[in-house]
């Protein structure tokens, strides 16, 4: 619930801060898999996540309600949930693949790749802001 709170409360430029609320999810996953610590920081860094996630889902709805035309929003709402259950599918079947020996390794690496796209994400912005790679 704080994640979707605090997503509602950005009302402008929502995408700027999509990769800001991609971290704690990224962070999360990540840390568990690298770090492997103990229940009670597990269950703080997913509360993290999950907040991120709410926030992102709030987003979500945001822009494509706020940009979509109405008559587009169906089709917009089946393709982005076909993308995320595509994501769902790939990793289950990838774990799966590996088997449960990997899980950790895994959640590695896809929380780090999360945390670095989201980085790239904000630095692209950043130098562009600044006028670009001259």
Do not use: D
């Not at 609320?21 to 997913?46: D, K, S």
Request: a positive charge; aromatic letters at 10%; proline letters at 4%.
């Amino acid at each position: 619930m704080a994640g979707s709170w605090l997503g509602s409360r950005i009302t402008e430029k929502p995408l700027v801060y999509y990769p800001l609320v991609a971290l704690p999810i990224g962070l999360a996953i990540g840390a568990v898999g690298l770090l492997q610590p103990g229940f009670t920081t597990i269950m703080v860094l997913f509360a993290a996540g999950g907040v991120g996630n709410g926030a992102f889902n709030a987003l979500t709805n945001r822009v494509i309600l706020s940009s979509v035309p109405e008559h587009q929003q169906g089709r917009t709402w089946a393709g982005f949930r076909w993308i995320v259950y595509a994501c769902l599918l790939s990793g289950y079947a990838l774990g799966a693949a590996l088997g449960s020996q990997y899980a950790l390794h895994l959640m590695a690496y896809g929380g780090s790749a999360l945390v670095l796209c989201a980085l790239a994400n904000v630095l692209g912005r950043v130098v562009l802001a600044r006028g670009g790679c001259e």
